[in-house]
C-alpha cells in the first residue's frame, strides 16, 4: 500500500473534510477523494460516511485511522534516523513510550531534566498501556519505556531490564463542589453509593480489589475512552473515579483529588531492551528518578 494515501486518509480524519485535506496537501478534492476509493476497494470496506459538516471515518475507518497514524509516524521516524546517520550523527534519536498518566507528569520532566543536564537529543515519546509499550521495547520500537505493574501487572522477561522508580499512590479524583472535597483521605466506603468511571481495566481492577477488601462494590457504571475523557465526567458530576497520584499535578482547575484510606498503589518501572540499551537511558533513569522521588520516594523492595 502506498504510505501517500494513508497520510491522505489521515489528514482527512483529522480535519473532517475532504476540502480542507486537500487545500493542506496541495491536492485537488477529486484527487483526495480518488485516493480514499482506491483505499476502500483495497481494504474492502467502506472507511469514510459523509455527516451534516463535513465526513468522519466508520467504526472500521477509524480502526484504520490508529494503525495508520502509528505507521506513518514509525516510517517518519526511520526517514530521521537514516538521515542522521548519513549527517554522522552521534547517537539515534531516544524512542521513549509512557503510560498515559506517566507521559502527562513525570516522563516529560525527565525529558526536559535529561535535555539540560546532556544537551540536545532528538527524542520522541509514544504513550500506550503497559503491555503494548513491552512489546514495543522487545521489538525494536522503543528504546526505553516507563510502564506499572497495575493489573494484569508486568511479565518477566528477560529480553528486558526492568528498573523500580518508586510506588504511585492512586487518589480518588471528585468534583470540585463535591462534599467530600477538601479532605486529606477518606475511607472508600465513604463514596459506596457514587457513580465511577473508568478508562482501563487495570484502574478498574485497582478500584475493584480495594472496594472488596473493604466490604463494598463499586458502581463502575460509565466507561472513557482516555484520561480526558475521565476527568471530563468527573468535572460535569456524572461520576468521580480512581486515578494515579502522579497526576494531581497536571489536574484540570474544576476537579480536585482526595487520598484514600489503605489506598491501592501500583510499581513504576523503566523498562530497556537487555542488550544494546540506547546511550541515554542511564541518565534517563535518573531524571525519572529525580522527578518520581519527591511523589513517593519509599521503595517496597
Known amino acids: 500500500?502506498?504510505?501517500?494515501?494513508?497520510?491522505?486518509?489521515?489528514?482527512?480524519?483529522?480535519?473532517?473534510?475532504?476540502?480542507?485535506?486537500?487545500?493542506?496537501?496541495?491536492?485537488?478534492?477529486?484527487?483526495?477523494?480518488?485516493?480514499?476509493?482506491?483505499?476502500?476497494?483495497?481494504?474492502?470496506?467502506?472507511l469514510m460516511e459523509r455527516h451534516a459538516r463535513g465526513v468522519r471515518p466508520t467504526p472500521a475507518g477509524e480502526v484504520f485511522r490508529r494503525h495508520a497514524l502509528a505507521t506513518?509516524?514509525?516510517?517518519?521516524?526511520?526517514?530521521?534516523?537514516?538521515?542522521?546517520?548519513?549527517?554522522?550523527a552521534h547517537h539515534p534519536p531516544l524512542a521513549v513510550g509512557a503510560t498515559p498518566s506517566l507521559a502527562a507528569?513525570?516522563?516529560?520532566?525527565?525529558?526536559?531534566?535529561?535535555?539540560?543536564?546532556n544537551g540536545t537529543i532528538r527524542w520522541s515519546l509514544t504513550p500506550g498501556l503497559s503491555?503494548?509499550?513491552?512489546?514495543?521495547?522487545?521489538?525494536?520500537?522503543?528504546?526505553?519505556?516507563?510502564?506499572?505493574?497495575?493489573?494484569?501487572?508486568?511479565?518477566?522477561?528477560?529480553?528486558?531490564?526492568?528498573?523500580?522508580?518508586?510506588?504511585?499512590?492512586?487518589?480518588?479524583?471528585?468534583?470540585?463542589?463535591?462534599?467530600?472535597?477538601?479532605?486529606?483521605?477518606v475511607p472508600v466506603q465513604a463514596l459506596a453509593d457514587e457513580t465511577w468511571v473508568e478508562d482501563?481495566?487495570?484502574?478498574?481492577?485497582?478500584?475493584?480489589?480495594?472496594?472488596?477488601?473493604?466490604?463494598?462494590?463499586?458502581?463502575?457504571?460509565?466507561?472513557?475512552?482516555?484520561l480526558p475523557g475521565k476527568l471530563a465526567l468527573v468535572a460535569t458530576g456524572h461520576a468521580i473515579a480512581l486515578i494515579p497520584g502522579v497526576l494531581t499535578r497536571a489536574l484540570r482547575t474544576d476537579v480536585t483529588s482526595v487520598g484514600l484510606v489503605d489506598p491501592p498503589t501500583r510499581g513504576v518501572y523503566l523498562i530497556t531492551p537487555h542488550r544494546d540499551p540506547h546511550p541515554s537511558t542511564s541518565p534517563l533513569l535518573e531524571q525519572l528518578t529525580t522527578a518520581?522521588?519527591?511523589?513517593?520516594p519509599?521503595?517496597?523492595a
Do not use: Y
Open 292 to 296: 518520581f522521588t519527591p511523589l513517593h
Open 105 to 117: 507528569g513525570i516522563v516529560p520532566e525527565a525529558i526536559r531534566g535529561l535535555l539540560k543536564q
Open 200 to 226: 482501563n481495566d487495570g484502574s478498574a481492577a485497582l478500584l475493584r480489589l480495594h472496594a472488596a477488601r473493604a466490604g463494598v462494590s463499586p458502581r463502575i457504571d460509565l466507561a472513557a475512552a482516555d
Open 72 to 88: 506513518l509516524n514509525e516510517a517518519d521516524r526511520a526517514v530521521r534516523a537514516v538521515r542522521d546517520a548519513r549527517d554522522g
Open 131 to 185: 503491555a503494548q509499550l513491552h512489546r514495543r521495547v522487545i521489538a525494536g520500537d522503543l528504546d526505553a519505556a516507563v510502564v506499572t505493574d497495575a493489573p494484569p501487572g508486568l511479565p518477566a522477561d528477560p529480553r528486558v531490564e526492568r528498573r523500580f522508580l518508586g510506588l504511585d499512590e492512586m487518589v480518588v479524583v471528585l468534583p470540585a463542589d463535591h462534599p467530600q472535597a477538601g479532605r486529606d483521605r
Open 1 to 46: 500500500m502506498d504510505l501517500t494515501v494513508w497520510r491522505t486518509f489521515v489528514t482527512v480524519c483529522r480535519l473532517g473534510s475532504l476540502s480542507a485535506a486537500a487545500a493542506e496537501l496541495h491536492h485537488t478534492q477529486s484527487a483526495v477523494s480518488r485516493q480514499i476509493a482506491g483505499l476502500e476497494r483495497q481494504l474492502g470496506v467502506s
Open 298 to 300: 519509599a521503595d517496597p
